[in-house]
C-alpha cells in the first residue's frame, strides 16, 4: 500500500519540468504540503526506483533471470518502501502530538500579515490589537481630489479587528478536522506558511459620527467671480469650485466591504463633490466696465462773457470711483453711482464769480457714459455789489456794471423809494442778467465804442469788420453784454419819425425803449441819414451799419446771438 493509498487521496499527476506547481484546491494544498515534507527522502527513493529501473532495463528478460531471484528483489523493494513509509509517518505523529500538547498556535500561521505562529492564545491576541487597532494607520483621501489626504486611526471611522477571535481562529488551525486534515495543515503551515484574514468589526453609527465630523475639514467654500476697479483698471478674479463631503456616498463605501477598505485598500475613501460658485463669470461684467472706462467723455462749458471754453476730461481712474459693481438676476452687473458723479462734477473749478450748473454738469457726464452726445454747457454769474459814490447816477452807475439802470433797480427796490445813498452798498445783477434766451454759441457780435468798429464772429474767428456809428454823448450807447432778441425787417422809431433797416433789437435803454443794430436809417422824407458819418458817433443809441452789411448781418445772426459792446 502507497503513501496516497494510506491517505485516502488520488496521487497528484507527475508534472512535466516548468510546469506551475501552484496548488489549485485544497486537496492540492495538503498534498503539496505533504510533498515538501518528506520531498527529500521521497526523492532519494524516486533516485533509487529510477537506478533500479535502468538496472532492470539492462538485466536479461525473464525467461533469462530466475523467477525466484527476480521475486526476492521485488519483496525487498517492498520492505524498504514501507520503512520509509513508517518511519515519515512516525515523525508526522510525533510533531504532532507535541503541538496538541503545547496549546499553542502552529508555527507559519500570520493573521494578516502580523505572525503569531508558536504563541499562545492570550498573547496572540494582544499582539493582534495592538498591531490593528492601535499601531495601524490608514490614509483618508479626499476622492475629488487625491492630493487632500489625511492619516487617521481605523477606530476612529468604526473599523476595528476583534483580536481575541482573530487569535482563536488561528488557535483552531490544525486541531479541528480530524487527524489526517490537521496533520496536513501542520505540515503546510510548518513549510510554506498560512494566513488567515482577521475578524472585523464594522461599527456604523461611529463611521457615520466620524464623517459628519470630517465634512467641516473637508468643507471648501466655493468663491464667487469678483470684479474690482483699481487705479482705473478693471481687476477681475475667477471663480473658484468648492468642496463638501458626501457623508451617504462615503458611508455606503465604507459599508460595502469594510474589511477590504482595512485589509486590502488600506485607505479611507471621503467621497466629496464640488459645490458651484454662484456667479461663475466675470467676463460680461468686465467688458462693461472697461466700455465705461473707455468712453471719450468731455465736460465742455461755455462762458459767454469771456467768450471761453473751458474743458474737463475725466481720467480713467476718476471713472473708476463713479463705476459699483453689484449683483443682479445672479450675475455681475456694472453701474454708474450717479452722486459719485455729482460729487466729482463739484471739484470742477470755474472761478470764484461763475458757477456750474452741477446738475446739468452730472446729466451731461452720464449721456456721455451712455454713448448719448451731450451739449455744451454755459457758464453763469453770480451777483456783484457796487458801493454808491457821492457823485454817482443810475445813469452812471448803469454804464460802469454794463446794466440799464431799470434792471439793476429790481434788486435794489430801496433806490426806488428814496434815491442814492453814498456809501451803501447794491446789489447789482450778474454780468449775464441780460442774457435771457438760450445762447447761440459759435457766434459773436463784438462792438467798440472807442474805435467805432463792429466785428463779427464765427467759432472764434474774425469773419466780418464794419464801420459803425453808436450813440451821440447826450444819447450814447450803453456798454454791457446783450443778446439779439429780435428782427424786424424795417423798424419805426415814432419819437424821431425815421426807419430803421435789418433792425436788430439788443436792449432796452429804458422799459420802453429798444436799442439795436441795424442799417443806415430813413425820414419819412425819404432821406437817408448819417451815411456820411459812419465811423464816429452819430446814432440815439442804437448802432448803425451801412445797408448791405446791416442786411448781411441780419440774415446771420438769429436770436440769441450774443453782442458785446465794449467802452
Known sequence: ?????FLGIAKPAVLAPGTDRTPQTDVDHIMWSLSLAWQTPCNEALWRDSKLMQATSELPTAREIPSGQLRRA????????????????????????FFRISDTIAPGITVGSVPVGG??????????????????VLTAVDTGEAGRTWQVLPGEFGLRVEAV?????AHAYGRQSGLISDVADLVKSFTSGWELAPVVLFDLSQARAALETWAGTLSLPSSDASLGIEAGQVVATPSQLGRRLDVEASLALLTADPAAIL????????????????????????????????????????????????????????????????RQDGQLSVSVNEEAVRASVQQFSVGEERVLDLEAAAQSLLANLSGAAAEPLQLHYLPRYYQVLPQDTLISISFKVGIPYWKWLESN????????????????????????????????????IPEQRMWVYQDGQVIREHLVSTGIPNSPTMPGLFQVKSHFLNAYASKWDLYMPHFLGIYHAVPNLLNGIHGLPLLSNGVRLWANVLGQPA?????????????ELYNWAEDGVVVEIRS
Open 119 to 136: 504563541l499562545r492564545l492570550p498573547d496572540a491576541a494582544e499582539k493582534l490589537d495592538e498591531a490593528w487597532n492601535q499601531d495601524l
Open 413 to 448: 427796490p430801496q433806490v426806488t423809494a428814496r434815491g442814492l445813498v453814498p456809501g451803501e452798498s447794491l446789489s447789482i445783477p450778474p454780468r449775464d442778467a441780460m442774457l435771457e434766451l438760450p445762447v447761440i454759441q459759435g457766434k459773436r457780435i463784438v462792438i467798440s
Open 165 to 169: 477571535e482573530s487569535a482563536r481562529e
Open 263 to 326: 485589509l486590502r485598500y488600506g485607505f479611507i475613501p471621503l467621497v466629496t463633490e464640488p459645490v458651484s460658485p454662484a456667479i461663475a463669470d466675470a467676463a460680461a461684467a468686465g467688458v462693461e466696465a472697461e466700455r465705461l472706462l473707455s468712453q471719450p467723455i468731455v465736460l465742455r462749458a461755455y462762458d459767454p462773457v469771456t467768450d471761453e471754453w473751458m474743458e474737463w476730461a475725466p481720467t480713467r481712474v476718476e471713472i473708476g470711483r463713479w463705476l459699483r459693481v453689484g
Open 74 to 97: 521485488f519483496t525487498g523493494l517492498a520492505l524498504a518502501l514501507g520503512a520509509l513509509t513508517g518511519l515519515v509517518l512516525a515523525i508526522l505523529l510525533g510533531v504532532y502530538g
Open 1 to 5: 500500500m502507497s503513501l496516497w493509498q
Open 539 to 551: 446814432s440815439y443809441g442804437c448802432v448803425i451799419l451801412d445797408l448791405q452789411a446791416a442786411e
